[in-house]
T-cell receptor
Framework: DTGVSQNPRHKITKRGQNVTFRCDPI?????LYWYRQTLGQGPEFLTY????????KSRLLSDRFSAERPKGSFSTLEIQRTEQGDSAMYLC?????????????FGDGTRLSIL | GEDVEQSLFLSVREGDSSVINCTYT??????LYWYKQEPGAGLQLLTY?????DMKQDQRLTVLLNKKDKHLSLRIADTQTGDSAIYFC?????????????FGKGTMLLVSP
């Protein structure tokens, strides 16, 4: 059973550039979640998908952020016109479908550093 | 709204028991989780409990829930140096459709030989 896979592991870019991260969930999981974690804090929810449908977005997800999951498998998170405050670890998680007792399993994250 | 609080730091000696505490605010039926994060890595699910349970044990891990006080604890028996990490308490509740997790800031556990 392979876990949640995220690429790249690290991304360094200049302020104002666009970046895109990819997440491959556990294969039989149809829910996929994105979280952001800054230094010294716990992860904060950004958005989640059930299959290809994006069901919820946090207020943290500004209009510079967009997430997709076009075929209900992998997902991408794009940040346009990056800012210093976007520096963080971006974590992806997945879980089995509906049901209240389906725990989320996390990938190792993509660490974004904005110069 | 949901809020989760944890103490920030705990130091123990190898072989001792560790107890990490967490308080939460949501009073509705909720799931409560413990995750472990090692440096530079993602979160590893350790265990979880539903709020109609008082206790759950899984090998060296024991979770105790005091629903009245909204207090959750994670006890690690025979703590090893490999247990050194940050431990996060998280909850999901019907208010979010159990779809999102609200995390505490994490407790750094340092195990000395």
């Amino acid at each position: 059973d392979t876990g949640v896979s995220q690429n790249p592991r690290h991304k360094i870019t200049k302020r104002g550039q666009n970046v895109t991260f990819r997440c491959d969930p556990i294969s039989e999981h149809n829910r996929l979640y994105w979280y952001r974690q800054t230094l010294g804090q716990g992860p904060e929810f950004l958005t989640y998908f059930q299959n290809e449908a994006q069901l919820e977005k946090s207020r943290l997800l500004s209009d510079r952020f967009s997430a997709e999951r076009p075929k209900g498998s992998f997902s991408t998170l794009e940040i346009q016109r990056t800012e210093q405050g976007d520096s963080a670890m971006y974590l992806c998680a997945s879980s089995r479908g509906q049901g209240s007792n389906q725990p989320q399993h996390f990938g190792d994250g993509t660490r974004l550093s904005i110069l | 709204g949901e809020d989760v609080e944890q103490s920030l730091f705990l130091s123990v000696r190898e072989g001792d028991s560790s107890v990490i505490n967490c308080t939460y605010t949501d009073s509705s039926s909720t799931y409560l989780y413990w995750y472990k994060q090692e440096p530079g890595a993602g979160l590893q699910l350790l265990t979880y409990i539903f709020s109609n349970m008082d206790m759950k044990q899984d090998q060296r891990l024991t979770v105790l829930l005091n629903k009245k006080d909204k207090h959750l604890s994670l006890r690690i028996a025979d703590t090893q140096t490999g247990d050194s990490a940050i431990y996060f308490c998280a909850e999901s509740s019907p208010g979010s459709g159990y779809s999102t997790l609200t995390f505490g800031k994490g407790t750094m556990l340092l195990v000395s030989p």
